[in-house]
């Protein structure tokens, strides 16, 4: 069973850093969307960076508005892993993050809206804390 596995979660302060990490066991990335995923209490699950592997396999990247220049997903592929490093976190940054791959395309994820997370592999979530 393909199980990505998020590491890399804490509390910190505002303006702080954290690194992610997620392993996929026994998984070769192919011609899908990978990327991370964030929900905090009371919304809905938005995708905070995606690296596209349909087009180009370097993949292309998409990120939310709210953390360009904040954020930067890179992948291994020999690993299979993914990784998000977050910079100058905010207290609205604080939410429940989770591995996902074997996605559809990126453009596709709007007319999904929620119902994404019934496609692809996801981890299990890792909670980020930003205090101000």
């Known amino acids: 069973q393909v199980q990505p596995t998020e590491s890399g979660g804490g509390s910190v302060q505002a303006g702080g850093s954290l690194i992610l990490s997620c392993e996929v066991a026994?998984?070769?990335?192919?011609?899908?969307?990978v990327g991370w995923f964030r929900q905090a209490p009371g919304k809905e699950r938005e995708g905070v960076a995606l690296?596209?592997?349909?087009?180009?396999?370097?993949?292309?990247?998409t990120y939310a508005e709210s953390v360009k220049g904040r954020f930067t997903i890179s992948k291994d592929n020999a690993k299979a892993a993914l990784y998000l490093q977050m910079n100058n976190l905010k207290p609205e940054d604080t939410a429940i993050y989770y591995c996902?791959?074997?996605?559809?395309?990126?453009?596709?994820?709007?007319?999904?809206?929620?119902?994404?997370?019934?496609?692809?592999?996801w981890g299990q979530g890792t909670q980020v804390t930003v205090s101000s």
């Open positions: 996902a791959v074997g996605l559809p395309a990126t453009r596709f994820h709007d007319q999904y809206g929620a119902r994404i997370a019934d496609f692809g592999y």
């Open positions: 026994e998984y070769s990335f192919r011609r899908e969307c």
């Open positions: 690296i596209d592997l349909d087009v180009d396999p370097d993949g292309r990247t």
